[in-house]
């Protein structure tokens, strides 16, 4: 605590924003900085509909506030009720990952904010110009940017920061899980999550990627791995996959092309079915599960990761048969449970 103190007095943009127990320091960008009116903006047009082709869809449509910032479907319903390949993750504590969506391919919160708004399946909003042009028309918004970024001529890269410094405040620590763990409050988790616990560090290998440190967890490593989940959908074209990487020769459906993964940006073919490992925090709240949305319970996760994953050519090393009994398997569940905690909205 005493070295966040000295960083923060240094660098003033290292934020104790929220101050709660099992979370690392805030990074804020320099060239974004949290202002109250910022942050408040930023939530307007979070919510804002009129932001859509069709003024049906917000990007609170799909991180939803009473869903821990998601939406309960298996993939998400944008504008005319077209739907995805890909289901909704949370919001919360992105303000701590260091790269966005699931196969990573922006690099900033900022970038993030403006894709969802010109994707034809989400916000559907032709362009940037069209952005704009909402935004420029409301009176009370014109206000609200000239007070933030003094200035009138209102941009994408305004309607960006405000929505990414929105986003810096959904926050969430503190779970019965670290007030156990980092607080040393031994009340805090029953015998069977506490053993769940251990099989989450230990046997069950899940830390190795969802991580925790000696003072703080983000349960993500921020890296990517192929835990099989969406390769069955690819197994007929396994076998051209590990001898090309001319993907466009092959006739894939939007479904198969999703399943790429990490591989879609970066054009490795080791990154074939890579994902960004999740943030595991408020999990119970959050189904269905995985960038598919093909898993609908906890208990069915387990058992996923229990029996080895899907087998394919690109599976990770660390994803193996446990051999756990059915309790141990109880017991990760009832650890699992405990990692929910409030949105701590500043
Ligand atoms: C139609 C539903 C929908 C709407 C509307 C939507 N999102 Fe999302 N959001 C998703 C899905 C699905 C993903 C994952 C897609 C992927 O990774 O390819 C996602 C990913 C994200 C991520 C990255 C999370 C991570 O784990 O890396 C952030 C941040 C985010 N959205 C914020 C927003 C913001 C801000 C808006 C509004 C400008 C918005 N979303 C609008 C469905 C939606
Ligand atoms: C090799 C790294 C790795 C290991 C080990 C690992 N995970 Fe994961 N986990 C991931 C990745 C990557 C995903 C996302 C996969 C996807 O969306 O296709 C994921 C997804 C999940 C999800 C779904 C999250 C969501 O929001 O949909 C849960 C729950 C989960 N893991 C729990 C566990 C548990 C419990 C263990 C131990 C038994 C474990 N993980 C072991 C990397 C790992």
Known sequence: ??????????????????????LPPLIIPENNLQTPAK???????????????DGSISCASCHQADKALTDGLKTSKGINGLT???NAPTVMNAAFYTSFFVDGRSNSLETQALAPLTNPIEHGLKDSAAIIKIVQTDAEYKTAFKTVFKTNKITTEHIAQAIASFERTL?????NFDQYFFGRDKTKLSESAARGSRIFRRKGNCANCHEISWNNARFTDNRFYNIGIGMPKLNEFLPQLKHTTAINSLALTNQQISELGRFQI???PSDIGKFKTPNLRNIALTAPYMHDGSIATLAEVINYYNQGGNKNPWLDPAIFPLNLTTQEQQDLEAFLHELTSNIATE
Do not use: E, H, V
Not at 6 to 22: E, K
Not at 171 to 175: E, H, L, Q, T
């Open 1 to 22: 605590m005493r070295l966040i103190l000295i960083l923060s007095f240094c660098f003033p943009s290292i934020l104790l924003a929220n101050n709660l127990l099992g």
């Open 266 to 268: 970066t054009k490795i």
């Open 171 to 175: 926050i969430g620590g503190n779970s």
């Open 84 to 86: 995805g390949t890909r």
């Open 39 to 53: 942050i408040n903006l930023g939530q307007r047009l979070f919510n804002d509909k009129r932001l859509s082709a």
